[in-house]
């Protein structure tokens, strides 16, 4: 059973990516196509969990619906409530804090879970309280214990990202006021020339708190309508304030089609792109605490129903999305639907082999050098022995490239022999596996050239 979709897995993989074997120069110059294939990570399929809306101290959601509401009795008081302001009503049973004792009990069962993923760090949240500066009104402790629990705990797995700066109204750079544009509402279209000071100065607040983010999330549609000029503007802040050539963010969530990893401004010289992670599947968690909440959309009982094995099988990339509130309010009942998934996912994959759980900037490193990295295959004049001469400015670890027709009997990695493991379930970085006529090699491709030789 194992091993027929370990194979079905081989062959999907396989078409993935193409490589021409160029024969030495003086022999029939024969070029046979797909002779190497790069594989997704370790022969497995991605998995991530991306948190929104979290931040220190507050309860994001609490503040966005009564921000929301104010708004529109100011600018269209005979509209109806929308979105999350239809929750109006529940105020009463919403927190307006979520404790940082919270955060570390979460964020310890993710980790003894094995689940990574992303995670929001909103810097100025409803424009409360700046990250870097305290939250008037609330204990000075608790924002000492976030920033505590941030960095010693949630970071180790997940990716750290601002949600821009408030998540809820847009704040004038000048004023450190807000105004009344909407974040996710005027800047679905945002004003391109403010577009990087303001996501260098969300990046910033994070910085002045000893958090180098990894990449951005776009408060809800955030960006949108301009998605280049976004994608532009993410990397010249993550370089401007991180020095971070291979930023990612997260924009997209795709229910109907199958998800990929877009790769936007790449410049093979110098190394830098941006990568936009598209989540999969929508916030069935429960987002507010008072929304959908169900386990089986994600997987079903049996395994077979639900989006994530619809997308698990085709190997792409299986990005979750769950927004914060929903784990701590109304009894945790997004926190139940996520304890239920993990149990069904592992159901799913008891032994380990189908599956990895990655952050998103791994997702995002990995599909860079999976595009943009050049392959070159030669093989010997006896046939014994076929080089892969790798080039890339897109370091990764766990690359993973499949040798066709091909059982070898010694791989080696820039001279240096690797191991050779019997199964898919011992198969990881540094070692080889044969199956059937197919070698397969995983390690860690640094930037410059890497060779693999594989003889039989
Ligand atoms: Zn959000």
Redesign the pocket.
């Known amino acids: 059973m194992n091993n027929q979709f370990t194979r079905r897995r081989f062959l999907a993989a396989a078409t993935a990516t193409g490589v021409r074997l160029m024969l030495p120069r003086g022999l029939a110059a024969v070029e046979k196509p797909a002779r190497v294939t790069i594989c997704n990570p370790l022969l497995r399929t991605p998995l991530s969990l991306i948190i ?2 979290s931040c220190p101290v507050i309860n994001k959601a609490y503040y966005w619906i009564k921000q929301r509401h104010d708004w529109r009795l100011r600018h269209h008081p005979n509209s109806r409530p929308s979105g999350w302001e239809k929750h109006y009503d529940k105020l009463n049973l919403m927190p307006n804090t979520i404790p940082a004792a919270f955060a570390e009990q979460w964020a310890q069962w993710c980790a003894e879970q094995g689940i990574k993923g992303k995670f ?1 760090m909103i810097p100025f949240p409803a424009g409360v309280g700046r990250i870097d500066k305290g939250f008037p009104g609330f204990p000075p402790g608790e924002l000492t214990e976030w920033l505590r629990v941030t960095k010693e705990i949630i970071w180790k797995n997940f990716d750290l990202t601002p ?1 821009m700066l408030t ?1 809820t109204r847009v704040v004038d750079l000048k004023t450190w006021q807000l105004t009344e544009e909407w974040e ?1 509402g005027a800047w679905v279209d945002p004003p391109v020339e403010l577009l990087t000071d303001y996501i260098a100065t969300a990046m910033q607040l994070l910085k002045n708190v000893g958090i180098a983010c990894e990449g951005v ?4 549609v955030f960006g949108k309508r301009k998605e280049a000029a976004y994608a532009r503007a993410v990397l010249d802040a993550a370089l401007q304030v991180n020095n971070n050539p291979r930023p990612f963010y997260f924009l997209w969530l795709k229910h109907g089609e199958l998800p990929d990893v877009p790769i936007w401004h790449a410049d093979k010289a110098k190394g830098v792109a941006v990568a936009s992670i598209v989540s999969c599947a929508g916030d069935w968690f429960g987002a507010t605490g008072y929304d959908v909440a169900d386990p089986d959309l994600f997987i079903t009982k049996d395994l077979h129903g639900g989006r994530l094995p619809a997308v698990l099988a085709k190997q792409r990339p299986c990005v979750l999305v769950g ?1 914060w509130p929903c784990f701590y309010v109304n009894e945790q009942v997004g926190f139940k639907v996520l304890k239920e998934v993990k149990r069904r996912l592992d159901a799913y994959d008891p032994d380990k082999t189908r599956t990895l759980w990655m952050k998103n900037s791994e997702i995002g490193h990995y599909w860079m050098a999976r595009q943009l990295s050049e392959l070159r295959v030669q093989e010997d004049a006896k046939g014994q022995q076929r080089s892969i001469h790798i080039t890339t400015k897109y370091p990764t670890d766990n690359f993973t490239v499949k040798v066709h027709d091909w059982a070898a009997h010694r791989a080696r990695v820039n001279g240096t022999d690797l191991r050779q493991v019997k199964s898919q379930r011992d198969f990881r970085s540094g070692v080889f596996l044969v199956e059937g006529k197919e070698t397969c090699v995983a390690f860690d491709l640094p930037i410059g050239e890497t060779i693999v030789t594989v003889s039989r």
């Open positions: 929104d809306d929001s949600e998540h996710q999330t776009s408060p809800g927004h």
